[in-house]
Structures are given as C-alpha cells and as structure tokens.
C-alpha cells in the first residue's frame, strides 16, 4: 500500500524556519517525481514545489521568491522542504504528493499544518 | 501566466442528477488536465488524468472530456458521498483552478 506521511508542522514565528519531511512507503520511491503543495485555510490548491527522482531538476513556485528548498533523500524514501524566511502567508496544509504521469498526483499524504504567527 | 478559471463556483443539486463542472485555461494549448475531488479535513484525490482516464478505482459515473478549450467533468448520476470540492489542474506550472464546491441536497 502506497503511503505517504508528512511531519515537521507546527507553529513558528515570522521569520523563523521550519522543515518538513514526507516518509514514503509501499512503492520504489526512487522511481517517482515528488511534490510539494499547500493550501491556506478555506482556499485552494497551490503547487509548491517539485523535484526529479534523482533530485537533480528541481522547480519552485513563482511565489516563493527562493525562500523555499526542496530536497530528497532516496536511501530513505523521504522528501524534505526547508522553509526559511516564512510569512504569516505561509501559514497552510503542506501535502506530499507523488507524481504518476508528468503533472498528476496519484498520491497524496495527510498533510502537516505549518502555523506562522508571532 | 496561465490560469485555470473553474465554473461554477457552487454547485447544488440532488442525487441522482447530472453534475457538469467545467475548466477553462487561459493558455490555449493546454492539452491535458487532471481532476481531483477533496472533502473536508481530507488530501485531495485523483479522479481524472490526462483529461479523460478514470484514476485506480475511480467509479464510472466520473468522466472528463474536452470540447474546444473547455474542459469538463461530469458526475453522471450523484451520490451523496459526492459533496465535495473540485478542483482541476494543468500541466503548465502544475496550476490548479480556484475549485468548484459540490453540495448534494
């Protein structure tokens, strides 16, 4: 069974970092592109982040204005997203998600709630 | 930038009719997208890629096409497990549409 599991949510100050992790299960995790998207409270969908199976092509959303690195770590089927320099803007849901086909995901974790308030 | 611009923005109907959701890119080589369904406290799921395949275990009352630039999703005979938020997704940055919110009276 695919899973995938987020941590690393939690509550942090304007300007504080955060990092999250996605440890993923029951499939060759090297095998997948893997994503990262948010969603604000009461708002949609918004892509974040993407990185290729080996982790060398990397994409970030226009609106992250590089504060935002992802990263993944094959030997132990984990996706990671270091978030620096964060805003109360930040503050959403950030699901893992695996990419089956080139830009749909056929997978998504539960996602973990990043709260950025002082 | 291309954006996907969903309709409506609320849907109301009743079980057992036909809901027709539509997506509509401002790119206008946009030639596949994917649908996903989301209900409350939940991941989105996948319902549609490439514009018309059923994801795994997807029932078949779920369909997309494409007419023109006009993308749909249509849920031919609604359940009330159907209430849910729709949203669809292009190729192009990964965009998503702003969503189209289901309610089954």
């Known amino acids: 069974e695919v899973q995938l599991v987020e941590s690393g949510g939690g509550l942090v100050k304007p300007g504080g970092s955060l990092r999250l992790s996605c440890a993923a299960s029951?499939?060759?995790?090297?095998?997948?592109?893997m994503h990262w998207v948010r969603q604000a409270p009461g708002t949609g969908l918004e892509w974040v982040a993407s990185?290729?199976?080996?982790?060398?092509?990397?994409h970030y959303s226009d609106s992250l204005k590089g504060r935002f690195t992802i990263s993944r770590d094959n030997a132990k089927n984990s996706l990671f997203l270091q978030m620096s320099s964060l805003r109360a803007e930040d503050t959403a849901v950030y699901y893992c998600?695996?990419?089956?086909?080139?830009?749909?995901?056929?997978?998504w974790g539960q996602g973990t709630l990043v709260t950025v308030s002082s | 930038e291309s954006v996907l611009t969903q309709s409506p923005a609320t849907l109301s109907l009743s079980p057992g009719e036909r809901a027709t959701l539509s997506c509509r890119p401002t790119q206008s080589d946009t030639r596949y997208l994917a649908w996903y369904q989301q209900k409350p406290g939940q991941a989105p799921r996948l319902l549609i890629y490439d514009t018309s395949n059923r994801a795994t275990g997807i029932p078949a009352r779920f369909s997309g096409s494409v007419s023109g630039t006009e993308f749909t999703l249509t849920i031919s005979s609604l359940e009330p497990e159907d209430s849910a938020v729709y949203y669809c997704q292009q190729r192009y940055k990964y965009t998503f549409g702003q969503g189209t919110k289901l309610q089954i009276k």
């Open positions: 990185i290729s199976l080996s982790g060398n092509y990397i």
């Open positions: 029951g499939f060759t995790f090297n095998s997948y592109m």
């Open positions: 998600a695996r990419d089956s086909r080139g830009f749909d995901f056929d997978y």
